[in-house]
């Protein structure tokens, strides 16, 4: 019986030394020389102190900031990274909703309501949201006047689909904050 199991454990701890460590560390010596940025985390920083990762959502509760989809919007905590995986015929996702758009209205009077700020995404974590999301525009000009009526932050903050045809047209929530937070600062300076 030993004479069976040895060889099989002499496999697994060869096998999981040269595939799990040999390779992963190679593999991760490769992608530090050509995309360091990527497999770092694509980590923004600010006076050299990391202030979030273009991958991530974040909470953003201070009203003169943008609020990315209700996964990480101002009134969720990011911290369960998960869709809610409610059907669309759930009552409980229909009362969530119809919650959330009536907060959106309140704060963004006048405004049309677009859908990826009241629905989550698989993980509830993306950090990304439609051109047509940021609401917050005449929200954040009414309390930060200096940044005009917004529309000039939001349409430097929009990026385009990958190569022209991949994806779709998104604002990185985070990277709009940060214009927001520029354009306020610029403006006291």
């Known amino acids: 019986?030993?004479?069976?199991?040895?060889?099989?454990?002499?496999?697994?701890?060869?096998?999981?030394?040269?595939?799990?460590?040999?390779?992963?560390?190679?593999?991760?010596?490769?992608?530090?020389?050509?995309?360091?940025?990527?497999?770092?985390?694509?980590?923004?920083?600010?006076?050299?102190?990391?202030?979030?990762?273009?991958?991530?959502?974040?909470?953003?509760?201070?009203?003169?900031?943008?609020?990315?989809?209700?996964?990480?919007?101002?009134?969720?905590?990011?911290?369960?990274s998960s869709g809610s995986n409610y059907g669309q015929t759930s009552k409980k996702l229909i009362e969530r909703v119809k919650t959330d758009a009536t907060k959106l209205r309140v704060e963004n009077p006048g405004a049309p309501v677009p859908v990826d700020l009241v629905t989550t995404s698989a993980s509830g974590l993306d950090p990304d949201i439609t051109p047509a999301a940021p609401i917050?525009?005449?929200?954040?000009?009414?309390?930060?006047?200096?940044?005009?009526?917004?529309?000039q932050a939001v349409d430097d903050s929009v990026q385009d689909r990958l190569l022209g045809v991949l994806g779709e047209p998104h604002v990185n929530v985070l990277k709009l904050n940060m214009a927001w937070t520029r354009c306020s600062r610029d403006a006291v300076s």
């Open 1 to 80: 019986m030993i004479r069976q199991i040895r060889p099989a454990l002499v496999m697994i701890v060869l096998l999981t030394i040269v595939t799990g460590l040999n390779l992963s560390f190679r593999h991760d010596r490769l992608a530090q020389l050509l995309f360091p940025h990527q497999a770092n985390g694509s980590l923004i920083r600010k006076d050299g102190k990391v202030i979030g990762s273009e991958l991530i959502g974040q909470n953003f509760a201070m009203p003169i900031f943008s609020w990315p989809s209700v996964g990480c919007g101002q009134w969720l905590r990011c911290a369960n």
């Open 136 to 151: 917050s525009g005449p929200r954040v000009a009414k309390r930060a006047p200096c940044c005009g009526n917004g529309a």
